[in-house]
């Protein structure tokens, strides 16, 4: 009966594995019976919710029986006034991976090609496969994004390139001077995404809002951003896209109707002016980076330069085993075996006691091993 439900789904989703997310604490707790657990797997904001945002999704409660905005206006009219665009260039989404996949769906199909790179975010394979378009998948030069190689890759069945800068899983980094060359090379029929869900990360000298400004010059080109990493709203479930009007309007012909919650739309507005909790967030991401990077240093251990809220390490062996002995001691991270990295384990930056917790489960492992 199973082999006959999968003759009737679309071919590309045949194909498919189901998203691997990151372990839940509950899950690992009934597991192994652990009653103390630290979740450095999922690349979460670990200072805990903005006051701003609290107070926003408390009033929001009151009006929960109704329906919410479906056209998301007051969060649109604040990205509008912040990231100096025009509300008509944004579309909202249920996260940005729900954005993802909306302009895959909206814009290629199983006669297109969709670029992407080597060690890139897994939604870019899982949203190109499902419409059953052909995945290009270009060589990662030094574990990020090699951008003449998927110059060199473009044809004419080519549609969308997806590129996550900061990357994820490795961290890696773009410079803007890059990515600015990259565009103009760029056919105007080829619609590049620029998928920058760690970009507050950056520090504000780094102009991290330039690629946003982009869009007024490249109308090929659409930039998403989430709330779930350092505005700390992953369990809202919200995030945006800017590009071009015309593009964003054929992106909210496919959008689901409300498909941002009304607690979603009240907190994000929020934690937009919550200008100390976003630095906050920074200088305990910094604090954390240092603190692992050092251990890793300390533990002769190789690792990728990152500029996202996680560091990618190398054991230089399989690292399942590491991976199941820090599950063990109460330690959830990301094994990377999915991406194609069997040797590498994907640390997030927690708090500098979950950060503690890592480093002493991690030298008992390392000892044994």
């Not at 954005?99 to 670029?115: P, V």
Request: include cysteine; charged fraction near 20%.
């Amino acid at each position: 009966m199973n082999q006959f439900f999968l003759t009737l789904a679309n071919a590309g989703v045949r194909g498919l594995s189901p998203y691997q997310a990151g372990k839940p604490i509950d899950e690992l707790k009934r597991e192994l019976g652990l009653t103390d657990v630290v979740k450095l797997a999922s690349n979460e904001n670990p200072l805990g919710l903005s006051a701003k945002a609290e107070v926003a999704m408390v009033k929001a409660m009151a009006d929960l029986t109704r329906y919410p905005d479906a056209n998301g206006f007051t969060l649109k009219q604040r990205i509008s006034q912040i990231y100096g665009v025009d509300a008509k260039q944004v579309t909202l989404g249920n996260g940005s991976n729900d954005l993802l996949e909306l302009i895959a769906h909206t814009f290629a199909s199983s006669d297109d090609e969709i670029i992407f790179s080597q060690y890139a975010f897994v939604v870019y394979q899982l949203a190109t496969q499902a419409i059953g378009a052909k995945a290009v998948v270009t060589p990662a030069k030094d574990w990020g994004n090699d951008l003449d190689a998927m110059l060199a890759a473009i044809t004419e069945r080519t549609k969308l390139i997806f590129i996550a800068n900061p990357n994820n899983p490795t961290g890696t980094y773009l410079q803007p001077e890059q990515l600015a060359n990259f565009l103009a090379k760029v056919p105007e029929n080829v619609l590049v995404v620029l998928d920058e869900a760690y970009i507050e990360y950056l520090a504000d000298d780094e102009n991290p809002q330039q690629s946003i400004a982009w869009t007024q010059d490249y109308p090929n080109l659409l930039v998403t951003r989430t709330f779930s990493k350092a505005f700390g709203l992953a369990g809202l479930r919200v995030g945006f896209c800017v590009a071009h009007p015309a593009v964003t309007d054929l992106l909210n012909r496919v959008r689901q109707p409300f498909n941002c919650s009304a607690l979603a739309l009240a907190a994000a507005t929020a934690v937009l002016d919550d200008h100390e909790y976003l630095k906050r967030t920074r200088a305990m991401n910094d604090a954390g980076m240092t603190q692992l990077c050092a251990e890793f240093d300390a533990q002769g251990l190789a690792y990728i330069p990152s500029k996202g809220n996680f560091v990618t390490v190398d054991f230089g062996k399989p690292a399942a085993a590491i991976n199941q002995a820090l599950l063990e001691r109460g330690v959830i991270v990301r094994p990377l075996a999915p991406y194609q990295m069997p040797n590498h384990l994907r640390v997030s930056i927690g708090t500098q006691a979950e950060n503690d917790t890592f480093i002493t489960a991690l030298r008992a492992v390392l000892a044994t091993q």
